[in-house]
């Protein structure tokens, strides 16, 4: 019922006669990775082009020309800042002059290790133009130490630590990265001649494109007039993975395919799963729209009640933690879902939602049902309780913030206002989908897969807000 903000979205394409019409369309079906900002950058082999702003991407695009995007190949961003303010100099794809050309940069994770690399190139005089960590693959590309040695980028690559999907393009090529333990999702298909690349195959086949396999974690893909090309700047471990879990539970929308799976599958199988671990007695199985709709179609169907739609979704308004303060969030939540009195009315009520992050909203949702007539409700919960921050991409609140990280399970119930309570266990969410070792599961299990110490926060290297007015940024080079 309330989540964490988003992640962030990646399209790319090489080799389409005009890429920025069909990166827009792919972007467009990403948004829901991320509302804050939008970028495109796109190349004709000799000039590179960057549209970018802040916003939904038809914001964006409303102030800006997108016809001066030319080009066959390019590389667009959907972002939510996982580090670093809304400052518009933060908004990707990051696009950078260096000695030996264009490079631009899109990028989806969080890099541990990004603190400790800036201070060591601000000591030796580099300025950093952003306060997102992905600016320093740039300063690692444009280091004498890996811009003259061969394989420039795998070597650049290996030194970053954390969860990392990059696309990269200069004026004549598109590169495509994944951290070697997978965290982020990549895809490759294929359009025409055409190489596309996208954080989730819904963006695929929103351009028409066919799925044809994912990056693979530590693999970096180079397409140019030569073709495609594949090599590993990093032996992935064989024994684990750690593609984040939450990605199923939450971000992806569910007609994407991701990590292998069909998103709305693994919701209904976890549905299923939740209703054998937690039964209720109950008249109404009720979802909390969107995220929670194929979870409840799950449990509706392995228990046999009954399932209806008690809250209605307002889409004309944005993803209510868009709004920063808990006042506002509960305005937001008001106004974002209605209550259909009729389908609850004198009701027990099952609530299944996928996951309970700071559990105002939930609360705001329950009152609004036991308001509306609902004679008992049950909440059920897709997902084991969120009780540990995220350092790997998602923007979670702080530890003491999250509901489920300092109360028990009755503190819970009470908490959140409901007459029972069931969470999915770990077991119920990651043996169905291939087993703990192949995912990252920290923010329940609190096993992060890479070291977090000295690792920063959102705003771990924001030294200033901007206090320019801008909404738009060209580049023409
Ligand atoms: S901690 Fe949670 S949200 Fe973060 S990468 Fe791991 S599973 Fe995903």
Request: glycine share 10%; hydrophobic share 35%.
């Amino acid at each position: 019922m309330d989540h964490p903000k988003e992640a962030c979205g990646l399209f790319g394409i090489y080799g389409a006669p005009k890429a920025a019409p069909l990166i827009y369309q792919g972007l467009f079906s990403l948004q829901h990775r991320g509302q804050e900002g939008a970028g495109i950058v796109t190349s004709d082999g000799t000039r590179v082009r960057c549209v970018k702003g802040n916003g939904l991407l038809n914001e964006v695009a409303a102030r800006t020309d997108f016809k001066e995007l030319d080009g066959h190949l390019g590389i667009g961003h959907v972002r939510y800042s996982t580090t670093g303010g809304c400052r518009i100099d933060n908004v990707q794809p990051l696009l950078v002059e260096c000695i030996d050309g264009m490079w631009a940069i899109a990028h989806n994770g969080n890099l541990v290790n990004a603190g400790k690399l800036r201070q060591m190139y601000q000591e030796s005089g580099a300025i950093f133009q952003t306060s997102t960590d992905s600016e320093v693959l740039i300063h690692l590309l444009a280091d004498p130490m890996y811009r003259t040695r061969p394989r420039r980028v795998a070597r650049a690559l290996s030194e970053l630590r954390g969860a990392f999907s990059f696309l990269l393009m200069t004026e004549r090529c598109l590169i495509a990265a994944r951290d070697p333990l997978g965290f982020k999702p990549l895809s490759i298909g294929r359009l025409g001649d055409a190489w596309v690349f996208a954080s989730e195959t819904c963006a695929l086949t929103q351009v028409g494109a066919t799925y044809e396999r994912d990056v693979r974690p530590g693999e970096l893909v180079v397409v140019d007039e030569t073709g495609l090309h594949s090599d590993f700047f990093s032996e992935p471990p064989t024994d684990r993975g750690a593609q984040c879990v939450f990605e199923l539970v939450y971000f992806a929308r569910p007609d994407s395919r991701v990590f292998g799976h069909n998103i709305h599958i693994v919701r209904y199988q976890s549905g299923r799963n939740l209703a054998r671990e937690h039964p209720a007695e109950a008249d109404v199985v009720v979802p909390v729209p969107d995220s929670g709709n194929s979870a409840a179609l799950g449990f509706s169907q392995e228990s046999g009640i009954p399932l209806d739609y008690g809250f209605i979704r307002n889409h004309y308004i944005g993803r209510t933690f868009i709004m920063p303060e808990i006042i506002q969030r509960h305005q937001g939540v008001d106004m974002k879902l209605a209550i259909v009195g009729d389908v609850v009315r004198d009701k027990r009520v099952v609530v299944v939602d996928d996951s309970i992050v700071r559990g105002t909203t939930s609360r705001r949702r329950i009152e609004l049902l036991r308001q509306n007539g609902a004679r008992e409700i049950h909440l059920r919960i897709s997902s084991p309780p969120t009780r540990h921050p995220c350092f790997f991409g998602i923007d979670f609140p702080t530890t003491k913030e999250l509901a489920a990280a300092d109360r028990d399970m009755e503190q819970l119930r009470e908490f959140l206002g409901v007459d029972s309570l069931g969470y999915l266990s770990l077991k119920g969410l990651l043996e169905p989908i291939g087993g703990a070792k192949k995912y990252c599961s920290a923010c329940f299990s609190g096993d992060y897969p890479v070291a977090v110490e000295g690792s920063s926060g959102k705003r771990g290297v924001e030294r200033f807000q901007t206090t320019l007015n801008l909404n738009q940024q060209k580049t023409e080079p």
